[in-house]
């Protein structure tokens, strides 16, 4: 090729890699304008709710001012971001709360955008947070009533109504816990049933080739060992052997080597599907787009011809992390896959930046516990964890074999 046509053919690449991209980068957009679409519909539901609750509350058409209605509508407005920053969202529904009930306005309060963050709060793990804040609020609010008898009916009606508002924001948070350990316990049932699935499939597919070997093996290495012995006797007999007895000797070492590559697949332990690897990482990649986590991938270093093992193992884990952002990330969370290849050592690492809680480390699970087996089989190193600026991270660290060397022997 000339130096003109390699020009061209560059060219051309960088404009459909360009074209690409942009096509990735409309769709991204696309995805995040549904999502904040969706989101502010569902801040004009709650917005409406409060605007309800506020008409219809004792002297709800003439007890409100200016500062009544804004109180009343801010936290709602928020709802918008209750996704991205849940923490922030919070914030301001609570202190829009405890500012209305510090002005004294009538019942109608904007309680409801407080109970959509506390359960978005709590939903994103940041339980600490929320328990802070909801105490601090309490403190505030029960700090501005005046000092009365507490027989007073007046300071009476004030107490059960903070209390009552702290009722429903407590009950709100358990609410959130609730549904957060039943969603645990589901995914752990399904783990277990998963795994009780591969495990009997596993024993029936080692009892099927154990059969296969004790009965068919033997019986078809008799009949080529006579069939063989037969040729060889006609041969020593100066006697040409006859052609079904040829045809016997060839049909069974054909079905002896057809049946020890069907051994050989049914004792493999992924079930036959000896070319999964790091080769198929885009196709991998492009699954999880399609199941609705916007991931993307980067390679960094050439790749070198990876032992099967290693291959092997490093697509598990990227497979594994993206099927654990789809289930625990939360809803459009991003995640970026990064393959590093070096002399000694193959690097992935995958990162979302989903719910999790860099002070509460997750339960290691199926996935993560056979993650740590892969890595620990080969003389590697695991980490997974959440990332201090949110999210949570995996990388393996899968040492490559010495010239000569056994796999996971590089130091």
């Not at 783990?191 to 059969?211: C, F, G, T, V």
């Not at 040409?240 to 080597?257: F, H, N, T």
């Not at 002070?359 to 980490?383: F, K, S």
């Amino acid at each position: 090729m000339t130096a003109a046509a390699q020009t061209d053919a560059n060219s051309e690449h960088t404009v459909f890699r360009y074209l690409a991209n942009a096509i990735e980068d409309g769709r991204d957009t696309a995805r995040d304008a549904r999502a904040y679409a969706k989101d502010a519909g569902f801040a004009a539901v709650v917005a409406l709710g409060c605007v309800g609750t506020m008409l219809l509350a004792p002297d709800g058409r003439t007890g409100f001012d200016a500062l009544a209605w804004v109180l009343g509508l801010v936290g709602s407005v928020a709802l918008v971001a209750r996704h991205r920053f849940p923490r922030t969202v919070l914030v301001i529904a609570a202190l829009a709360m405890v500012s209305y009930q510090l002005r004294g306005y009538p019942d109608g309060s904007p309680v409801l955008p407080l109970l959509v963050a506390v359960y978005r709060t709590i939903r994103g793990g940041h339980r600490g947070f929320f328990a802070v804040t909801a105490l601090l609020s309490l403190a505030v609010s029960l700090g501005s009533l005046p000092l009365l008898p507490l027989g007073d009916v007046a300071l009476r009606a004030a107490l059960e109504k903070r209390f009552l508002t702290f009722g429903w924001v407590v009950a709100c948070a358990m609410g959130a816990a609730m549904r957060i350990q039943h969603e645990a316990m589901l995914a752990q049932a399904e783990e277990r049933a998963a795994e009780n699935a591969q495990r009997s499939a596993d024993e029936e597919r080692l009892r099927i080739a154990r059969e296969l070997h004790d009965t068919l093996t033997h019986s078809i290495s008799v009949i080529k060992v006579q069939a063989g012995v037969a040729v060889h006797l006609s041969k020593k007999r100066g006697e040409e052997p006859p052609p079904a007895l040829l045809a016997i000797q060839e049909a069974s070492g054909d079905a002896a080597r057809e049946l020890r590559s069907t051994l050989h697949v049914l004792r493999n332990a992924d079930g036959g599907a000896e070319g999964v690897g790091l080769e198929r990482l885009p196709e991998l990649v492009e699954r999880a787009r399609g199941s609705g986590v916007p991931a993307t991938v980067a390679v960094a270093g050439e790749r070198p011809v990876l032992p099967a093992e290693v291959d092997r193992a490093a697509y598990r884990i990227v497979q594994e992390s993206l099927t654990n952002v789809a289930r625990h990330a939360g809803p459009a969370a991003a995640v970026g896959v990064h393959v590093s290849y070096a002399p000694d050592r193959v690097v992935v690492q995958v990162d979302d930046d989903g719910a999790a809680d860099p002070g509460a480390p997750p339960q290691p699970g199926i996935g993560l516990t056979g993650m740590r087996e892969r890595v620990a089989a080969l003389g590697g190193e695991l980490h997974a964890a959440p990332r201090p600026e949110g999210g949570f991270r995996v990388r393996a660290e899968l040492p490559l074999p010495r010239a000569g060397g056994p796999a996971g022997a590089a130091t």
